[in-house]
């Protein structure tokens, strides 16, 4: 395997919440615990689970956005906890993000190619003229008419919103782009256009992505990896193909078998999600999965699984998986 | 990535950098409640700035026509002193304006400046908070006869003494708006696009924070200029003999039952004063907003 363009170790991020100040002791939500990724050049991994596991916290500390609790981010060797400010701001250039909200990610007070030139005046020396042809070349890669360049966000639609920010996340021309979400606030038919703008995009400038989705049919569709978490937790990895296919996890197993289905298969024939996600502030104790889980015994009661060592990469983080697996050996 | 040899005439297109300010301010012509507003408002300071060439001595004693009536030479009557009283309410406007104008805007520059300050440090906010609670915990006109006791009575002195509990409103205000706009999206995408922290404050956080802050300070306005009407009807502004409309309703107090009329022309000019600088407020910050009025559509 090739030297990882980013990799985040051993993350935990927890947020102090509820009653400050002589209000007694605070509680602590753990938003990610003990979270591993890697992406390589050029690789798109794609991160999925339910609202609220954690997927955007990890998005903003992959970024540098926040200072993770534990645990440390490295871009191609360098740990981002450990840089200067202006370092920092500098490296900025070669990891950019795009937005769920294509309007609220866009200062209202500022047109297309003002938000299109903002990493450009920031992050390079360009001059004012190189900058305008660049803003100009830009909007035409992502099909941006340039008759809508001084329309200000409210202005435009929320397909062209999206173009903008994905304009502006390749301005700098970036290694990697972290996505949250950014398809899921638009129309379908939208959808399926940015969609494939990004994979062209990602194609042509040989970029790495790390695209989050609760959508699991838009994550098959783009992801090279899949990492599906629960809970601040990832609790499977792998090629996307291999973990579509042969899901080991039950929540992935369950994921899957929650995707609308053209001709779904009579009842019974695949789990479906029960229940809801257990509160992050008062995680279930051993597996965090166990009150959602088929499979749940005592053990998980208690311990709280591994991700286990690899298997023709594909990693999961379940006592009766690993049951299985060494039964099976 | 493309090469960049686009014809000239698109290249405009992405130079262009909209005003969304004027554009709005262009728009609010078309409103007449605005036009109308305005033209008082300006009506006022051209009053104020001509006021030698269209009214007489203000200050001109007349004992023998104490509080007269309406006259060729004094169109609105005399006061108690024989004042005329057209002549004191054109003067009037004079204080009246300055202290407005220059209360609105020695409340808003500090407070904004010490809002912005607040909202972006979690230590200093916090302590800066604390002082402004403490400040504000003081009736304001109690702080201003206060501060004009204690410094030397006169026109800047009732400035300072308005403009000062006016600030802590403003820096509550400033920041409370400007943690609002820095947990939007695009200002972490400013910061992700590698924004300076001052070009994060100046280009991003700030022109988003502005119409709100247009609002108070008109507000502020008018409550300054009740606060020197106020302060002059405690006798603790302006001395007497500088013609004010608060220091004329306050002369007029002594006399409310037979010459009502001397209370009602300073009252009705103040009122005039205080409705327009509000109307003007509310549009002027709806204008900031590009939102609100400019519209190309997709």
Redesign the interface.
């Known amino acids: 395997m090739t030297e990882p363009l980013i990799s985040a170790l051993g993350i935990d991020q927890s947020f102090p919440v509820g009653a400050g100040f002589l209000g007694g002791p605070r509680r602590r939500l753990h938003a990610l615990r003990g979270v591993d990724v890697t992406v390589a050049p050029g690789e798109t991994l794609g991160l999925v689970g339910e609202s609220g596991c954690g997927k955007s916290t990890l998005a903003r500390v992959l970024l540098g956005l926040e200072p993770p609790t534990a645990g440390s981010v490295i871009f191609d060797g360098t740990d981002l906890a450990r840089l200067p400010a202006v370092s920092l701001r500098r490296l900025r250039r070669r990891f950019q993000v795009v937005f769920q909200d294509p309007a609220a990610s866009l200062n209202p007070r500022m047109t297309a190619a003002e938000c299109i030139a903002e990493p450009l005046i920031n992050l390079t020396d360009l001059s004012t003229a190189e900058i305008d042809a660049r803003v100009l070349a830009l909007a035409a890669s992502v099909g941006l008419g340039s008759h809508l360049l001084d329309r200000f966000p409210h202005e435009l639609s929320g397909g062209q919103c999206q173009r903008v920010g994905l304009a502006r996340a390749i301005a700098p021309e970036p290694d990697l782009i972290v996505a949250d979400e950014p398809v899921s606030a638009l129309d379908v038919s939208i959808q399926a256009q940015i969609l494939n703008l990004m994979l062209e995009i990602k194609a042509r400038m040989g970029l790495a992505m790390v695209f989050i989705s609760h959508d699991l049919s838009v994550v098959a569709h783009v992801a090279d990896r899949v990492a599906v978490m629960y809970l601040g937790r990832i609790v499977e990895s792998g090629p996307a193909e291999e973990v579509f296919a042969r899901p080991r996890h039950p929540y992935t197993r369950m994921l899957i078998g929650s995707v609308p289905h053209p001709r779904p298969p009579p009842e019974g024939g695949r789990p479906l999600p029960k229940g809801e996600l257990p509160s992050p502030l008062n995680p279930p104790p051993g597996c965090a999965f166990h009150s959602r889980c088929p499979l749940a015994d005592n053990r998980c009661l208690r311990e709280v699984p591994q991700l286990l060592p690899e298997v023709a990469r594909h990693r999961t983080a379940c006592h009766r998986v690993a049951e299985d697996a060494t039964e099976g050996a | 990535?493309?090469?960049?040899n686009?014809p000239p005439q698109?290249?405009a297109?992405?130079?262009?950098?909209?005003r969304?300010f004027l554009e709005s301010l262009a728009h609010l012509r078309r409103d007449p409640t605005t036009v109308v507003s305005a033209a008082i408002l300006v009506l006022f300071i051209l009053i104020a700035i001509f006021a030698p060439l269209i009214a007489g001595d203000p200050t001109a004693l007349n004992p023998i026509r104490r509080l007269g009536p309406p006259a060729p030479d004094a169109w609105l009557g005399t006061d108690q002193l024989g004042r005329d009283v057209y002549a004191r309410a054109v003067y009037g406007t004079r204080v009246s304006l300055i202290v407005g104008g220059a209360v609105a805007v020695l409340a808003a520059i500090p407070g904004v400046a010490i809002g912005i300050y607040a909202s972006m440090n979690r230590v200093g906010g916090a302590i800066v908070m604390r002082l402004v609670d403490a400040l504000m915990a003081i009736p304001a006109v109690l702080l201003a006869i206060a501060l004009a006791a204690l410094l030397k009575p006169g026109l800047p002195t009732l400035i300072i003494a308005i403009s000062i509990p006016e600030i802590p409103r403003m820096v509550r205000l400033v920041r409370s708006v400007a943690l609002s706009v820095t947990a939007?999206?695009?200002v972490?995408?400013?910061?992700?696009?590698?924004?300076?922290r001052s070009?994060l404050v100046f280009?991003?956080i700030l022109?988003?924070t502005l119409a709100p802050v247009i609002v108070q300070a008109t507000y502020a306005a008018a409550s300054a200029i009740i606060a020197s009407a106020i302060l002059s009807f405690l006798g603790v502004g302006t001395s007497p003999e500088v013609p004010s409309w608060g220091g004329m309703m306050a002369d007029a107090r002594g006399f409310f039952r037979f010459n009502p009329e001397l209370m009602f022309y300073p009252g009705l000019l103040l009122s005039v004063l205080l409705l327009v600088t509000n109307i003007l407020g509310d549009r002027l910050s709806d204008a900031l907003?590009?939102?609100k009025v400019?519209?190309?559509?997709?």
Do not use: E, F, L, W
């Open positions: 990535m493309a090469a960049p686009s698109t290249v297109a992405a130079r262009t950098r909209r969304p939007q999206p695009y972490t995408a400013a910061i992700a696009a590698g924004s300076s070009r280009r991003h022109p988003n907003d590009p939102r400019t519209q190309k559509m997709p």
